[in-house]
């Protein structure tokens, strides 16, 4: 049974920061294909930041120098270091587990969260000005 538990979530100012992390098991995890979506009221479900086995990493455009993925393998954790957040970053946030191989594929599936076979609950990240 893979099992993702996301924590780190919460409110904070516009310009600061929060790190979210993403325990994850019963799975081969160095192998397996990790990302995080979001999803603001009314809007889709959308990726932000992607990194696949080998540590590769890919971001989508509005967060790009703003947000860093990192995966710790030991661990079995995945992190997203958020900075400078905006108030368009209010959202849930969801980690997400794929088996997409290889990681160059990985990190192509920004737009593909159907490819994501394993999501956690999601945790709510609210910037105020």
């Known amino acids: 049974q893979v099992r993702l538990e996301e924590s780190g979530g919460g409110s904070v100012q516009s310009g600061g920061s929060l790190r979210l992390s993403c325990a994850a098991s019963g799975y081969r995890y160095s192998s397996i294909c990790m990302g995080w979506f979001r999803q603001a009221l009314e809007k889709e479900r959308e990726g932000v930041a992607l990194?696949?086995?080998?540590?590769?990493?890919a971001y989508e455009d509005s967060v790009k120098d703003r947000f860093a993925i990192s995966r710790d393998n030991a661990k079995n954790t995945v992190y997203l270091q958020m900075d400078r957040l905006q108030l368009e970053d209010t959202a849930t946030y969801y980690c997400?587990?794929?088996?997409?191989?290889?990681?160059?594929?990985?990190?192509?599936?920004?737009?593909?969260?159907?490819?994501?076979?394993?999501w956690g609950q999601g945790t709510q990240v609210t910037v105020s000005s």
């Open positions: 990194i696949g086995s080998d540590g590769r990493s």
């Open positions: 997400a587990a794929g088996r997409i191989y290889p990681s160059g594929f990985c990190i192509q599936a920004m737009t593909r969260p159907a490819d994501f076979g394993y």
